[in-house]
């Protein structure tokens, strides 16, 4: 069985921090890594991609990727309370690349 | 507005109707995919076309829903003799079929069965 583990959360971090969420994922092969936004009754928003080891940087944001640990991070720096949302990790089905795998999602606050 | 559209936005619906939604993809997109969300869960797959042909459905979706995409364009989903169980946000996503398949979602349908 595939999966995609995320902590629930909610995690927690003052305006101005760094906030870290976590993924691993159990398909070994697996090629392509995403990291999606959501809001409260909204649908899910792409913002981050990543496809090779190490680190990838957009803004704020920061991915981080380690295939040999099936570990994959997202890093938001200088948190905003607009960034409290659900973070989704998706991971593609390895030799599939048509069908993403999907975590549960990690919910954050950020606190003013 | 060049992104990824559905419609209706919202449904309210009474067990055993049929209800139809449609999504338009981003343009040059050529794959389609219909997912289905709960509070609290990831998206779960439904089907996915790549453009007007179905490749894949999910095995755990009822015989009561069907989708289609004439002409590799919009897409429809169609649910017949709805339970209360389909209530959920259903979403679409598009793609450009590259290798990495980069996904963009509309804003979904809510569905309400009472």
């Known amino acids: 069985q595939k999966e995609v583990e995320q902590n629930s959360g909610p995690l927690s971090v003052p305006e101005g921090a760094i906030a870290s969420l976590n993924c691993t994922y159990s398909?070994?092969?697996?090629?392509?890594f995403f990291w999606y936004r959501q809001y409260s009754g909204k649908s899910p928003e792409l913002i981050m991609s990543?496809?090779s080891n190490g680190d990838k940087e957009d803004g704020r944001f920061t991915a981080q990727l380690n295939k040999a640990s099936q570990y994959v991070s997202l890093l938001i720096r200088d948190s905003q309370p607009s960034d409290s949302a659900t973070y989704l990790c998706?991971?593609?089905?390895?030799?599939?690349?048509?069908?993403?795998?999907w975590g549960l999602g990690t919910s954050l606050a950020v606190n003013p | 507005d060049t992104g990824v559209s559905q419609d209706p936005r919202h449904k309210i619906t009474k067990r055993g109707q049929n209800v139809t939604f449609r999504c338009d993809p981003i343009?040059?997109?050529?794959?389609l995919y219909w997912y289905r969300q709960t509070l609290g869960q990831g998206p779960e797959f439904l089907t996915y076309?790549?453009?007007?042909?179905?490749?894949?459905k999910s095995r755990l979706l009822s015989d009561r829903f069907s989708a289609e995409r004439p002409k590799g364009s919009f897409s429809t989903l169609e649910i017949q003799r709805t339970e209360q169980g389909d209530s959920a946000m259903y979403l679409c996503?598009?793609?450009?079929?590259?290798?990495?398949?980069?996904?963009?979602f509309g804003p979904g349908t809510r569905l309400t069965v009472l």
């Open positions: 996503a598009s793609s450009l079929g590259q290798i990495y398949n980069e996904q963009f």
């Open positions: 343009s040059e997109h050529n794959r």
């Open positions: 076309f790549q453009n007007e042909a179905q490749l894949e």
């Open positions: 398909d070994r092969v697996s090629q392509s």
């Open positions: 990543i496809y």
């Open positions: 998706a991971v593609n089905v390895a030799g599939n690349n048509r069908k993403l795998i």
